[in-house]
């Protein structure tokens, strides 16, 4: 996907489990926008390959192996960002997910793990990285990823959806507060996006039938946004939830069948 060096150049960013997936898509992205890139990232490995790439774009970046649901890793995170990188233009708060599970086979701990790393990251992260486009004088720019399913039932992502549905939430009273501050907060809301955790879709002939474009998104296709919520092409967008997901949730159920469409596929199909 091709984008102009120039929406970007000279911010610097931070990407929050930016070694593969969605978040390695929206690095790479920025990278050919002009940004420089912090990959943050549990896995040391994926961190160092994917700033690895960023630097063959061009651009400075910077490796971090940590843990956003640890609050002093997350201000050391912000702290050599500034210092190395000099500033902070750009959060992403990628990280997130959770595996399927029936509500009722849930339990508390469980509730409280899923908790953690879908919310209470974004809000350490957040936290840090604000205070620092304020001391900065930077009006930067806070991406958070969300999901569809925090727009719609979810059958075994109960507590994942309701941590979205509070993510969506939370980037609207955010945009409203920090607004003072020139700094901006967006949200993008994915649907099925070709990455490790997907794998098994690809290729499946269902998927005509229930995307609308009939076929998963790409990474590079969510960093896309990402970009375009980054730059000074959205700068007078703030607290909006832009989903990305080839019209599903426009389709509401609607599936296709033969030329036509139906929300109710009949018995023989």
Not at 9 to 30: C, E, S
Not at 47 to 65: D, F, K, M, Q, T
Not at 74 to 85: D, F, I, P, Q, S
Not at 156 to 174: E, H, I, P, R
Request: proline share 3%; glycine share 12%; aromatic share 6%.
């Amino acid at each position: 996907m091709e984008t102009s060096n120039q929406l970007l150049a000279g911010k610097v960013a931070i990407v929050t489990g930016g070694g593969d997936g969605i978040g390695k898509g929206i690095a790479l992205m920025f990278a050919r926008s002009g940004a420089h890139v912090v990959i943050a990232d549990r896995a040391a490995s994926a961190a160092e390959e994917a700033a690895a790439e960023v630097s063959r774009l061009g651009r400075r970046s910077l490796a971090i192996n940590m843990d956003v649901r640890r609050p002093e890793m997350v201000k050391e995170m912000v702290r050599r960002t500034v210092a190395e990188l000099g500033g902070l233009d750009i959060l992403v708060n990628n990280v997130g997910g959770s595996p399927r599970q029936a509500f009722l086979d849930s339990s508390e701990s469980r509730w409280l793990k899923i908790v953690e790393l879908n919310l209470n990251s974004v809000f350490f992260c957040t936290g840090a990285a604000v205070r620092a486009m304020i001391e900065g004088q930077r009006r930067g720019s806070i991406i958070n990823i969300s999901s569809i399913e925090g727009s719609r039932a979810a059958p075994g992502f109960a507590v994942y959806s309701a941590c979205k549905g509070g993510l969506d939430n939370f980037t609207k009273t955010a945009a409203v507060e920090f607004a003072q501050h020139g700094i901006r907060v967006n949200c993008i809301a994915p649907d099925v996006i070709d990455t490790a955790v997907t794998a098994d879709l690809r290729g499946n002939p269902n998927l005509d039938r229930v995307i609308p474009l009939g076929r998963i998104g790409t990474p590079e296709e969510v960093g896309g946004v990402a970009v375009f919520l980054a730059s000074d092409l959205a700068s007078y967008v703030t607290g909006v939830t832009i989903l990305v997901d080839g019209g599903t949730f426009a389709a509401c159920g609607w599936q296709r069948e033969g030329s036509g469409w139906v929300n109710v596929p009949r018995p023989d199909k």
